[in-house]
């Protein structure tokens, strides 16, 4: 089935602020923005949790009740849809998203697969924010490796520049985690890989033989360009909220199927099949 390319929806992010648009916090708003992605043919949504306090749904949540609530609105509104949960936290303690894949066992899970210094800058020169270290150590990565493995979860492997690419291949070949890796190509924040498609096969060069990889990229224009070079090098594709807010022609995009509709033509136009969600569990090897 090395025709088909699985399409992902990343329906909120972890720095998306619901005041910026049609941004889906409440369970009842991320099972509508689901079922919108599986109608134009995403097969995965990769979940970030939100606050559900009145007003504060900028903030991220790891409460066991609040995100079960909001995986059980989106199985139930499209059950064939393939839960990815999010993971990501800074510092050594990670009870908190790790408390959630045990109690709620998705089918796969982000796991950030090295560090990087998260940087931004305004046009002045100034920094957007803070600089901050999103740290992930080889020890804080088998930590969530042992919890997936127990637990038949799919490890997906974010990967924010070349070096942590490479380093996925070592952890395979120390024993981190069974089966083929699943990387995903981070590209487009200012401090990691940059945007650009002539990058796609130097990166997928450097992956052992028999992963699977998608492209995620951060930005306006230049994240469709991204995106058909990676459809064109057999790769699968992201889009969603988390993202982008923009569609191919410039426009501002109204909701999460807006975009991957935008990407479902993209993938058409490229000659490639949108895979099911029965193919998406068989070509990425999820257990369940």
Same mark, same amino acid.
């Given at each position: 089935?090395?025709?088909?390319?699985?399409?992902?929806? #990343?329906?909120?992010?972890?720095?998306?602020?619901?005041?910026?648009?049609?941004?889906?916090?409440?369970?009842?708003?991320?099972?509508?923005?689901?079922?919108?992605?599986? !109608?134009?043919?995403?097969?995965?949504?990769?979940?970030? /949790?939100?606050?559900?306090?009145?007003?504060?749904? /900028?903030?991220?949540? =790891?409460?066991? $009740?609040?995100?079960?609530?909001?995986? $059980? #609105?989106?199985?139930?509104?499209?059950?064939?849809?393939?839960?990815?949960?999010?993971?990501?936290?800074?510092?050594?303690?990670? @009870?908190?998203?790790?408390?959630?894949?045990? #109690?709620?066992?998705?089918?796969?899970?982000?796991?950030?697969?090295?560090?990087?210094?998260?940087?931004?800058?305004? @046009? !002045?020169?100034?920094?957007? =924010?803070?600089?901050?270290? /999103?740290?992930?150590?080889?020890?804080?990565?088998?930590?969530?490796?042992?919890?997936?493995?127990?637990?038949?979860?799919?490890?997906?492997?974010?990967?924010?520049?070349?070096?942590?690419?490479?380093?996925?291949?070592?952890?395979?070949?120390? %024993?981190? /985690?069974?089966?083929?890796?699943?990387?995903?190509?981070?590209?487009?924040?200012?401090? %990691?890989?940059?945007?650009?498609?002539?990058?796609?096969?130097?990166?997928?060069?450097?992956?052992?033989?028999?992963?699977? =990889?998608?492209?995620?990229?951060?930005?306006?224009?230049?994240?469709?360009?991204?995106?058909?070079?990676?459809?064109?090098? %057999?790769?699968?594709?992201?889009?969603?909220?988390?993202?982008?807010?923009?569609?191919?022609?410039?426009?501002? #995009?109204?909701?999460?199927g807006e975009l991957v509709e935008a990407l479902a033509k993209i993938t058409r136009e490229v000659g490639r099949e949108i895979a099911t969600a029965e193919e998406a569990r068989r070509i990425l090897g999820l257990?369940?």
């Open positions: 089935m090395s025709d088909k390319a699985v399409l992902t929806c #990343a329906l909120t992010g972890v720095l998306t602020d619901p005041s910026m648009g049609n941004i889906p916090v409440t369970p009842e708003q991320m099972a509508e923005a689901a079922q919108q992605a599986w !109608d134009q043919g995403a097969t995965i949504v990769h979940c970030h /949790f939100r606050d559900q306090r009145p007003g504060m749904g /900028f903030l991220p949540t =790891w409460d066991v $009740e609040v995100v079960g609530a909001i995986i $059980e #609105a989106i199985k139930a509104r499209v059950p064939g849809i393939i839960i990815n949960q999010s993971t990501g936290v800074m510092g050594p303690d990670i @009870s908190a998203p790790v408390a959630c894949l045990e #109690a709620l066992k998705p089918e796969m899970a982000a796991c950030n697969a090295g560090s990087l210094n998260y940087l931004k800058q305004k @046009s !002045d020169g100034a920094w957007a =924010w803070p600089p901050q270290l /999103f740290d992930n150590p080889v020890d804080k990565v088998q930590q969530f490796l042992d919890v997936m493995n127990a637990n038949d979860i799919v490890p997906e492997f974010e990967c924010f520049d070349s070096g942590i690419v490479r380093s996925v291949a070592l952890y395979k070949k120390a %024993g981190m /985690f069974q089966g083929d890796p699943h990387i995903s190509l981070v590209m487009g924040v200012a401090s %990691g890989q940059p945007a650009k498609p002539e990058w796609v096969p130097l990166l997928k060069g450097e992956m052992l033989p028999g992963t699977h =990889w998608q492209v995620i990229c951060v930005g306006r224009k230049e994240v469709w360009d991204l995106q058909r070079k990676a459809l064109e090098e %057999g790769g699968n594709v992201r889009t969603g909220l988390e993202d982008t807010f923009y569609l191919p022609n410039g426009d501002r #995009a109204g909701s999460n257990k369940r």
